[in-house]
């Protein structure tokens, strides 16, 4: 029961709203992944978010896939807006890897990140 509706009542209003092209979770998905991505958020962490929300993993998976954001590439730009130096220290570059891990990306985006310097030109 949601806030005193049977769940019957509730399975065919949605049935309805999907009929009438009015509630659509692959066009959900596609928008969830574009606005969590564009707020620097990785691909781990929104699909988690997708899955808590109710969305089947096949609709995830087409939303990722068809994202047009470059994880590697968002992740590095995730990494210089909050720190803005390399790290210095095996702690620092520990510190900045649980940052973007609490971000949603995942090891070899990590580490795409970690590798390049922020002075790099192409960075």
């Known amino acids: 029961m949601l806030r005193g509706l049977e769940e019957p009542s509730i399975h065919a209003a949605l049935d309805e709203l999907g009929a009438a092209g ?4 692959a066009r959900f998905a ?3 992944v574009h606005y969590r991505a564009g707020r620097g958020f990785g691909p781990r962490r ?10 089947a993993a096949d609709l995830i998976a087409a939303a990722l896939a068809g ?14 807006r909050k720190f803005r130096h390399d790290p210095g ?3 620092e570059r520990a510190r900045q890897t649980r940052f973007l891990e609490y971000r949603g ?4 985006q990590i580490r795409h990140a970690l590798e390049r310097t922020i002075d ?3 960075f």
């Not at 009015?22 to 979770?25: A, G, T």
């Not at 929104?46 to 969305?55: C, F, K």
């Not at 990306?105 to 070899?108: A, G, L, N, R, V």
């Open 46 to 55: 929104i699909a988690r978010e997708l899955e808590t929300r109710g969305v």
């Open 120 to 122: 790099d030109e192409d």
């Open 30 to 32: 596609a928008a969830y």
């Open 105 to 108: 990306f995942d090891t070899q």
């Open 89 to 91: 220290s095996l702690a």
């Open 22 to 25: 009015l509630q659509d979770d």
């Open 67 to 80: 994202s047009e954001y470059d994880f590697a590439a968002l992740a590095r730009d995730v990494r210089r």
